[in-house]
């Protein structure tokens, strides 16, 4: 008997396989290191019907020859969990560290993101030969230049997992990403978001008539800030203060169990 994922999976991919491909090589004029974000968070149901609608204006990325990739990301904080803190004030100003893994291609970088202002944000990052679980002599030198945090102070917090689909626009300088199956780890805890989508337009220069974000207008999403590392902690570190992110944690809680409220 084939399960509803798997109907549901296999339908995504006959959908994806209407887009014409796109190489990581090719795509490497797109990495959009300095760039603008939009987020929206929506169901995997009306991703489907937005999907169906984008294909003469996007292409696909394919990595070993599918269009589906597989992250693992581990995020780094301080022992007080001062970066996740700097968020959860509101500060517009503030970084993440990551490392991350490229499962389907083996690549695997240290990273970090500064968010310098509302929407935009800038990307650093080095390769590293294996996903790194703690702070090596190249990261550290890497983090004093990237970041305000000293490396030393660093340890992991946070394991997120997912997978992506990457969108590259025909038009303009505009990636889409979409996560799905995302799901955190801590130790042995575990929180996952089955049936969600996070979607994020990822574009340089001035803001733009992006096919995605139109479809998502017509969709009736509203784009939303959303971070998953902070929504990660909020689930898993219940000692700390997450007030911030409880509007988030309401709003994955009913889209999983399919209400469409917040859509609207």
């Not at 004029?29 to 169901?43: G, Q, T």
């Not at 490392?99 to 590293?128: M, P």
């Not at 049936?195 to 340089?204: D, L, M, Q, T």
């Amino acid at each position: 008997m084939v399960t509803r994922m798997d109907s549901n999976e296999q339908t995504l991919r006959r959908m994806l396989a209407a887009f014409e491909p796109i190489t990581l090589a090719q795509m490497a004029c797109a990495a959009l290191l300095d760039r603008s974000e939009i987020k929206y968070v929506l169901p995997q149901r009306v991703l489907l019907p937005v999907l169906a609608g984008l294909s003469d204006a996007y292409r696909v990325l394919v990595v070993a020859g599918q269009p589906l990739s597989r992250y693992r990301t581990l995020y780094f904080d301080t022992e007080d969990m001062a970066i996740y803190r700097r968020h959860h004030a509101g500060a517009p100003d503030r970084y993440k560290v990551r490392a991350r893994e490229y499962v389907d291609s083996h690549a695997a970088f240290l990273e970090v993101k500064h968010k310098t202002g509302e929407r935009h944000t800038v990307k650093s990052r080095i390769a590293t030969p294996a996903p790194i679980t703690g702070i090596i002599p190249q990261a550290a030198d890497f983090l004093a230049d990237a970041c305000p945090y000293p490396a030393a102070e660093l340890a992991a917090a946070l394991w997120n997992h997912y997978t992506r689909i990457t969108l590259v626009s025909k038009l303009r300088p505009e990636r889409v990403t979409l996560d799905l199956d995302l799901a955190f780890t801590r130790e042995a805890d575990r929180a996952a978001m089955p049936g969600i989508v996070v979607a994020e337009v990822k574009y340089g220069g001035a803001r733009h008539a992006s096919e995605f974000a139109r479809l998502m207008r017509q969709q009736h999403v509203r784009d939303t800030s959303f971070s998953k590392y902070c929504l990660g902690v909020s689930l898993l570190y219940p000692e700390v203060k997450h007030n911030r992110f409880k509007e988030k944690q309401r709003l994955v809680a009913r889209l999983m169990q399919g209400d469409t409220y917040e859509l609207c």
